[in-house]
């Protein structure tokens, strides 16, 4: 009777719980391929070790993070008293083979059964005092299941309680054979022995049976719910991007007009239109917020929100699942698409051109899902197809297309910021020749822009005086194409690849010093996907390392207090994150204060995604908070490595009126004022 309750209550969840994973197996499968996905996937042992295994992401938030590890590792020990309960059903004196009853085992089990259960108060605590708040939108339960978190936590609850019941009623009972290492089932024997033997008998039946219950329970509520990570998340980091989904772009898809046809699609218009391992992002999110708490546009009143984005692409897949598991095409009776199109019919305009591609959500996922790469999916398929993209942002696509810079002032002025230097700058006509070791890519903010130049100046003046043998493109530099591909335009993106290429390769050049962040990570890692190759170098790095090999000498201090805005495709994206510190710190006198958003987790000037060149008209102004931050810390000097973030701040500056009591500097310029170049 016991062993029939028990098997039968098995079979059927297991069956409901198999038919829910092949149909999401499914569903995920019929996203576009990723054949680069399933490359090396074996080799990512790392990252199942670090983000899984470790849980290495959710450490950032302290006590939460160690709950959550806690019921993690907790649940794989726990595995060995499933087992021990199904052989319970059969007889009560089972032993796992090869283990048996070993005190260590015993221990174990019961440690992590109560830990557990004190790890489920702390989630409970956590989720009570959000609760008020969690209506706000400066909570990142905001928009979550949040009915859903306590059901699990009450069913880990159940499987616990029944599980130390029973237990404790099988020691009154006889037949359990774990002595007093398994501390938690003895103490609940205690409690229970005055019942007798057959009482305790009848609860170590009932409770074993509910154990089971309450394990299979849970497991079905897991496959039909955000719960489901338990089972997605180490799939998800299996098939994730290495060593992260920052830097480069996922797809570099080849655009080649003449094979262009009727059928060709770009980018992302309907849910189908993403990839399989985009679709399983999908069903991965646990909807913990983290990502949402760290994300600028959310911060500042916008409406986009990387986990409700997620969220909502996830609730249209599961409303088209039918349409794609009978293969209905996207066409109804009459021919018609009847697909919604993710833009505007899933996610508004607003909350696609709100995204400043800073990473940070990506670097906060817990489970690795890669937000950047579908927000840029949806941009291209609403840039290439549909034609619909912000006004500004056309002006800005026009430009690099016609005059090659996204502010449409021309390469003639490429070279006006050399006015003013007292020595030359060899420009590059043909080879760069041996005597050049460097060629220095200005970028179009570095040579166009007024408060940039300043710092491109200061740039070269310290690799002049540094004996850097080094020169420039001038008038035929052009566009790296970054502000049209993070706006979706890949066309005009790999058509300014390809040019620069040319001039790149013709020039048989090799290394490149570049000052923009988005230049570096363009060049560096984007460009080899479409045939260039070269070793690129920020001048942070390259500035911290002539001041450390003595080729750039100290000669006087500089007495004030400055704080370093991390650019974040410098930061997050490419991890330069000690070079310009190693080199402000190398300053005599100075003193740096760090923001508290500062490093990988560093908070954005409003710029990256091509934001720049658009108008910002919901919520706060992304460089006034990053401001207001720098301000907060009272630091006489806000310093930078990339240009963009120099105009936001600076911008910010002017706008609180500070102007006149902070100065905003690339890290260039203070090196250029504080150290003397032997
Ligand atoms: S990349 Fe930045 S702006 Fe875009 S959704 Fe993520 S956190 Fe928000
Ligand atoms: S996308 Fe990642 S960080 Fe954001 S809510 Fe989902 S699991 Fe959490």
């Avoid at 059969?90 to 083979?97: E, G, L, R, V």
Wanted: glycine share 8%.
């Amino acid at each position: 009777m016991e062993v029939g309750i028990g098997i039968a209550v098995t079979v059927l969840a297991l069956a409901i719980a198999a038919r829910r994973i092949f149909w999401l197996g499914r569903l995920v499968r019929s996203g576009r391929s990723a054949p680069d996905r399933l490359k090396g996937v074996f080799g990512h042992v790392r990252a199942e070790a670090t983000d899984v295994i470790a849980q290495r992401k959710l450490f950032k938030r302290t006590v939460p993070g160690v709950a959550h590890a806690i019921t993690f590792w907790g649940f794989i020990i726990l595995l060995f008293t499933i087992i021990e309960a199904y052989g319970n059903l059969f007889s009560n004196n089972f032993a796992i083979p090869v283990i048996g009853h070993t005190a260590v085992l015993g221990f174990l089990e019961d440690f992590f059964a109560v830990i557990i259960l004190i790890a489920i108060l702390v989630f409970s605590v956590i989720r009570l005092r959000e609760a008020p708040a969690k209506k706000e939108r400066a909570s990142r339960f905001y928009g979550s299941h949040t009915k859903a978190a306590w059901f699990v936590l009450l069913m880990i609850a159940l499987v616990l309680i029944t599980l130390l019941g029973y237990r404790g009623a099988q020691v009154n009972a006889g037949g359990f054979s774990y002595g007093w290492w398994a501390f938690a089932s003895h103490l609940v024997a205690r409690a229970l022995v005055g019942l007798g033997h057959s009482a305790n008998r009848t609860i170590e039946v009932v409770l074993l049976e509910l154990n089971i219950a309450a394990i299979m329970g849970f497991l079905i509520f897991v496959v039909y719910s955000k719960h489901l990570h338990i089972f997605a998340a180490p799939l998800n980091v299996a098939f994730s991007r290495r060593p992260r989904a920052l830097g480069p772009l996922a797809t570099t898809p080849n655009i080649d007009l003449e094979e262009v046809s009727e059928d060709t699609v770009f980018g992302a218009g309907t849910i189908e239109q993403l990839s399989w391992k985009q679709l399983l992002d999908l069903v991965t999110c646990t909807e913990c917020g983290r990502c949402q708490a760290v994300c600028p546009a959310w911060n500042t009143g916008k409406p986009l929100s990387p986990k409700l984005l997620i969220m909502s692409l996830r609730d249209n897949l599961f409303a088209s699942s039918s349409r794609l598991l009978t293969g209905g095409g996207g066409s109804d009776a009459s021919g018609e698409s009847s697909a919604s199109a993710l833009v505007p019919d899933v996610i508004s305009p607003d909350i696609l051109w709100s995204c400043t591609t800073c990473g940070a959500c990506v670097e906060e996922c817990p489970v690795d899902i890669e937000h950047i790469d579908a927000i840029v999916d949806m941009r291209r398929y609403e840039v290439l197809m549909e034609s619909r993209f912000p006004t500004e942002a056309g002006t800005m696509l026009r430009n690099i297309e016609n005059r090659g810079d996204p502010w449409g002032l021309g390469a003639s002025g490429r070279g006006e910021w050399m006015k003013g230097l007292d020595f030359e700058i060899p420009v590059v006509k043909d080879k760069l020749g041996e005597e050049i070791e460097y060629l220095y890519w200005v970028g179009c903010a570095g040579a166009l822009d007024e408060r940039a130049r300043k710092a491109t100046q200061a740039t070269v003046r310290l690799l002049y005086s540094a004996g850097v043998r080094f020169a420039i493109l001038a008038e035929r530099e052009s566009c790296t194409g970054d502000p049209a591909r993070r706006l979706g335009n890949e066309y005009l993106f790999q058509t300014q690849t390809r040019k620069n290429i040319e001039v790149l390769d013709e020039a048989e050049i090799k290394k490149i010093i570049v000052s923009c962040p988005h230049c570096f990570n363009t060049i560096a890692r984007e460009y080899p996907a479409l045939g260039g190759n070269y070793e690129v170098i920020h001048h942070s790095q390259l500035l911290a390392d002539l001041v450390a090999n003595g080729r750039i000498t100290m000669d006087h201090n500089f007495d004030v207090s400055v704080t370093y805005h991390d650019p974040c495709y410098l930061a997050r994206h490419n991890r330069v994150i000690n070079k310009p510190r190693s080199l402000l710190e190398n300053i005599p006198g100075i003193k740096i204060i760090e923001m508290d958003r500062c490093k990988e987790r560093g908070f954005c000037c409003g710029a990256g995604g091509s934001r720049m060149w658009m108008e910002e008209n919901i919520g706060k102004r992304i460089n006034l908070e990053r401001t207001d931050e720098a301000l907060a810390t009272g630091a006489d000097v806000i310093a930078t490595a990339c240009p963009y973030c120099l105009i936001m701040i600076d911008d910010g500056i002017k706008e609180r009126q500070q102007a006149d009591e902070v100065r905003v500097l690339d890290i260039s310029q203070i090196a250029q004022e504080t150290l003397s170049p032997s």
